[in-house]
């Protein structure tokens, strides 16, 4: 695996390779996040998204409704560009180092996810006619998360003389924008106003505050520079620049380290005197050992999931380029979840999704559950927050979490496809569901976990309503967004009766415990609530077409007409960008899986034949316009025997980014989305289910890969599951013995080989092997 | 009738009484509106929505959508408020004239809508002691338009002194906003911008230009004066104030005129020597003759319809109020249409909705046939446009008409209940075929109408689809805004069916004038569309519920909860301002009459008993949170021989201005409400029909009156109808002989007198009897 571990291209100074370059080279570790820009900037008339986050920090703004109607979201968080301390220009013999003069001989770029750095190499010979090289290496600490450090080596092959790094902290920075694109900010906004600037020795710090939201953000920048080398720095209204001068020889190699240290309101107090205080500790480290512990940081993670595919470099590297980038993007603390492009652009404006719940906790669960119960906390800790929201919306009780938000408050501006949304609602509960029953965690469960699933019980209670004997959902949005506000969505309908189940269920876990009473009386759950729960689960209408075998989307989706693909022009993808939404809502076409997304989670709701046909009649309407579904079907197609065509929606998805396939990672990370590569590898080829019945696997390999293998912990057993295409081992590396499904035969699991994988065509049912087992 | 036509009240001086007047009495003639605020205004504290408005004349403004999608409309069309030339301030002796200073012995106003004028009268002790009599007289010309004329007279009780008449013409004007209010604009904004101000001997002018739409506005301002008089002029950067003084004698009195002369770019040229050389020619004719030839206007007006409701007095003034209002809100040019407030104030900006065709063109069509056919006219002129927004909306053919506008262009912000309301389409169809029934203008049929009827007929084809061998439509608004983006509206469908019959039926009509192949041409129209339309009119799906044997609202409206009204506080009406659109979409609840509107305007579409359970069902859950609803109720109930309840909501519709029921009065007058009342008198009590089959009557009388009558032309006769308790006389007028249904039995209408009346619960079905004749 270890090889594949490491990503690298030579530069381009095309600006759009330049753009996308900035995010596909970002660094993050949950708290902070860094652009790859260029540490010396790009010449005027290049754009650039030059930005630096932090989780949950977030400034309010206006969002005024162009008819306003009772309740509509009137304003949103959107997360914020804070200082800029990427800054750093060589100077050598009077020349400024750019990759836009003199002739540059070699140039890469490298994300190493071994080591967690990312960095730049560049053989340069100035105008001048020195030749040098440059690096650039970057760091944001796993360990230490507030620290960002940069590395600059330079070595002159044939130059003697003076060098100046001139080093910015810049205090005065905007977010971007793109009116032409409803994904991004409509308008450019200077939220941060700087409330201090000053040095203190070597250091510079900038203490900014927001305008409407109350946080303060504090940066300090402090440089480790060679013997000889003086400092000094020039202090300006808005910014600091560092100036660090010196001499260097032919032959020579001088390295300087710039510290930026963050801290943030949210999560500290005495701003200045912490940013101070830490940058102070770092002097004493040496940098190697912060390097060291990055490192270690790393192996373990690698070393949790261990997933390799064997002959298939290009995917393998793939998927950890992926995995790598969702462990940068999930937050650590409980101020911070996962935004739905991390933190690497300002895509959503750094808005919290679903994508955390569907795609990155059942991915987290397994691998790092710490991180799952974080992301899960965040919901936990704005449950008030969502019960609010349920009230603007009219209902008495229950509670609706936001479609999009950072502080728990909702930030959709576009109500049919945001707030109408309600899944968001169920997929919290899911998730911590899915967390529950993938580690045990009965505190959880006790403390949290019980609770949300409760509250967002009570939420369907008083959505629906029962007509003609069954419980119906009337006017909410599934997750395809090309379909709104319709009645009884089937996604939105099972995850309500799945909900609506465990809230039953939760009974007789916490009764197990002794803290069953408790929480009734904590949020006044009366007997009767739990009678309602089981009675709307059990009469859950769950749309089915009889003629055709295929659970339709909602009520009316097989009344429309379909899109006309066959007139549609290929430059008219992703269709929300090129019609009207009505254009869209009123014909038979789906942005993302969404029935079919049901059918992974719930499966047991169906006949495996119902699952096929809605999976291949869905498949001729779908676009993938949304990043989220190329690796659901990818999931249902291992799931239906289709491997072939399993292994290209894989592809799709694990190429996503890296390829710029949906032609926007410019603003970011599609991070469900590299969740769902993940997923596409362990719940999609090795058929991995974790239900409340148990653990179970049915695994099978695309043509064109030798093996593939990973690793995952069940409760408190770590597992490994190699996979190649004579036969699947599952072995228990440790903790206690667990029984196991396999191809719906029961097992206990002290070691396993399995002598047949799956081929082409071969489909196991997980309802049949239940009952057999 | 006559002693009816005039209203008259005490003035009050609380602040929303005052904003409530300014409505009640204002001064409007189709062209220009002008609010009724006091000539001197009032004192600081006080709010007042002080506007002179031109009708279709508007800047353009942004409207930022929270969230972009793509076709959103992002900018409006806004009515302006122009140059301000009410102001008259009465100098006596130093002290100025105020209804908030000294005593004030009477203060009434009126609306004279014989004379057709507004004033006031007051008797007025000023703070020194001063007896004065001032009198305010307003008049908007209903022959020459741009003329706003204002007649102050001050008679002297006990004064000796100096008068002076300081008389403002005021370029700096903006618009009325209010932030919490969606139904009136959420920000005032100063559009105008003053191009040139300057005086010309006793004239002064200001011409002004918009923002953004590129019009222009001139108003001249001229003042005829007492002998002995001086006058001079003030001229200030935006404003000129005329001076006009003299002296008084007790027992005197004074009288001055001023005239207010408006033009603007969309019907002129040279604007400034159009003003000037149309005031020197007022300045010729003696005031007599402009007040003679406005009450001569009236009379012919009045002539016309001569409704009366004798045993009724306060409701028969209503309905005058109500028609006269109507009257000064009509368009009488290409570029102007009626506003839904009219020309009275600022409520939804000045937008023309589809209260002109289901309300006004119903209305005037009978009695005033130019005015109908005038409105018809603005959305022929707007048919490209209205092609566009249908491009706009993805659709391949068609004319979608925009569902709020000014100049033709979509200014609909929330689209779910603007754009998506296609009825709007229909409803021009249909006022296409009503005005062509009640008048038999062949040539409007040939020249406009066939062509609006068949390019709306095309949306139709475009927007629908065939499922279960239905014509189907989906995801439409219908007119009840309680339910947004449904399936199958039975308003739209049953509106789409008649539209596409009648694409058919103009087939027939055209090819008898010989005109049919010119408009195949012209349009590029094929003959297998006129098969497509008979057969999705043949086909179109009308929700039907077998059990209930009523017309569902739209495919799901049945399955849904009905609102919990009986725990809504008072307070809480209308829903709109107190509930989220999702909670009011969930569940049965409308704003206004929809299936209802439908069997009133298609009764032949459905069984009278069907009729009859619809309107008993919706009747419960209709809140009439649209001031369009109470008037269609009030003929259904007529219609269905529930004529107590016919009467009530009667009552509730001609009141509502008058008595502000609806609270927002001060933002303009309901003008489709009042046209309603109007409609319930002669569709509903009289039960007046007029159809493709011919002319039918079923009239009943309220238990409260005597007698009611009205005249209308139907064709080129012209007819008065006569109903008392025990019988109803149809007397022909002048004009050929015409056919008639009366309660269903066939006449040819000579002179005919019916026997009897319908009483309470008894009902008269439209189908029986047009096939029995």
Redesign the interface.
Known sequence: MNQELYYTKEISLENGELMLDETLFHNANGYIGVRGAFEEGYPEGFESIRGQYINGFYDITD????????????EKQTMLNVADTQGIWVDVGGTTFSLFDGEVKKAVRYADMKKGITGRIIEWLSPDGHELCLEFKRMTSFIRRPLFLQEISVTSHNYNGHVTIRSGHIGQVQNYCD?SD?RVA?KSMQYLNISEIHRQGECSFILAKTSRSGLEVCTGVWHLVPDGYSHRIEEKETEIIHIISGDIKSGQRLTFYKYTWTEDSLRSKNLIQTCRDNLEALADDPVDVLYREQEQYLREFWEKSNLTIKGDDELNRAVHFNQYALLQSAGRDPFGNMAAKGLSGEGYEGHYFWDTEIYAIPSFALIYPEIAKNLLYFRYQTLEKAKENAR????RQGALYPWRTINGEEC?????S???AYHISGDVAYAAVFYYLATDDIDFMCSQGAEIIVETARLWID?G?Y??GRF?I??VTGPDEYT??V?NNYYTNALAKFNLEWACKCREILENQGQWKELCTRIGLKESELDEFERAAECMLLPYSRTLDINPQD??F????KWDFETTPEENYPL????????L??RQVCKQADTVLSHFMFEEYQKTTTVRNSFLYYEQITTHDSSLSTCIFSIMAARLGMVRKAYQYFGDSAKMDLFNTHGNTKDGIHTANMAGTYMAVIYGFAGLRIRKEGLSLSPCIPGAWEEYSFRFSYGKTRIEITVNRENCRVARIDGPAVQLFLNGKEYVLEDITLSKVRGEGEIWDIKDSISAG
């Open positions: 969002m005024k409704q162009a008819e306003s109607l009772y309740g509509l979201v009137e009116p409803p409509d603007k919306l009219g209902h959709s501006g576009y109500f049919p945001g707030t109408a959505t309503n007509y003609d119906q009337q006017d709104c506000m009645n009520d009316s097989l009344m429309k007409k929300l960008l090129h019609y009207h939404p009505l254009a809502y009123r």
